[in-house]
Each structure stands twice: as C-alpha cells, then as structure tokens.
C-alpha cells in the first residue's frame, strides 16, 4: 500500500473528475510544476492506484435505452468449466460486464439493448445459448447516479490512511 499525502489526494481527486485534464492545467490547480505533476502521476501508477484511464460512452445517446442486469447462475458447475462460460459472454457486445459474484447467482451481467425487444432477442439467442447457463434473474436499470464510493471518497478527502 502506497502512503498518500494531501497533494496525492488532491490530484486524485481532480483526475477524477476529469482525467482529460493536462499536467500545466493540474499543477496551476494544485501549484505545482508540470514535472512535478508528471512524477506524481508516474509514482500513483506505478504503485498501482491509477489503473487506467477510461472513456466514458452515453449508451442511450448512442442508441442503447436500455440497460438490464442479469443475475447468472449456472447450472452445470463441473461440466463447463467457469472460463468457456467467461470467455463466451464477453464475446457478446451487448454484454458490458462480467462479474463473477458470490451469492444467489455465479455472475451479473450489465447487458445495453436498443429496446426491451432487442433484449429480448439478446437474451434469448446469445446469453440463454452460452455453455452452462441455468437460472438468470433480469432488473431493468431505471436510473443511475454515478459518484464515488465510500471508500474512495473517504480516502480522497483524507479521511482514510
């Protein structure tokens, strides 16, 4: 585990809320040089507290109104092995995560579909044909408000080690 300072933290938290921001424009932020803000982004990586950066897409913008997670539960543990069922439902580009969970169901899945119809056929011709599905459980996403967790909140803000 990596000791983070109050520079540390504000860094984090800036990235973010925008991880597209520059080095010169995070350092006049945090009054620091550019070099600086270099070293310190290079250390966090290296360390393994910034894992990526990622680009964040609008599916409903893009056409896909729909968001569905499925609870997956598998229904011949020792026949299909865990890999050929993870390897399969990754392949589906609809299929936006794969979680492999503890609990009722093996997996939950975040599948976007143009329409309640398009998940239908989704479901029924990709996801129900994947090697060793038994029970699934859908929950059709309403809303969603993204912020950070607690934890990530409380140690951005210094309330954590």
Same mark, same amino acid.
């Given at each position: ?8 933290? !504000?860094?984090?938290?800036?990235? $973010? ?5 520059? !080095? ?12 600086? &803000? ?8 290296? !360390? #393994?507290? &910034? &894992? ?6 609008? $599916?409903? !913008? ?8 499925? #609870? ?9 092995? +865990? $890999?050929?069922?993870? =390897?399969?439902?990754?392949?589906? @580009? ?6 492999? +969970? ?10 976007? $579909? ?9 479901? =029924?011709?990709? +996801?129900?044909?994947? @090697?060793?599905? #038994? ?13 950070? #967790? @607690? &934890? ?10």
């Amino acid at each position: 585990m990596i000791e983070l300072d109050t520079t540390d933290r !504000a860094l984090l938290r800036l990235l $973010a809320d925008d991880a597209t921001q520059t !080095a010169s424009a995070l350092g006049r932020k945090l009054g620091l040089s550019q070099p600086a &803000i270099w070293r310190r982004t290079k250390r966090l990586r290296e !360390a #393994g507290v &910034i &894992i990526g950066q990622r680009l964040d897409l609008d $599916a409903e !913008a893009l056409g896909f109104g729909v968001t569905v997670f499925l #609870g997956v539960k598998l229904a011949t543990k020792g026949r299909v092995s +865990i $890999a050929d069922f993870e =390897r399969a439902v990754s392949a589906i @580009p609809e299929v936006q995560t794969v979680e492999h +969970i503890l609990g009722l169901y093996d997996y939950r899945l975040r599948v976007v $579909a143009r329409d309640i119809a398009d998940f239908e056929r989704v479901l =029924r011709r990709r +996801i129900m044909m994947l @090697p060793g599905v #038994g029970d699934v459980e859908a929950n059709v996403l309403l809303s969603e408000e993204r912020r950070p #967790g @607690p &934890i990530g909140a409380a140690l951005l803000n210094g309330a954590l080690p």
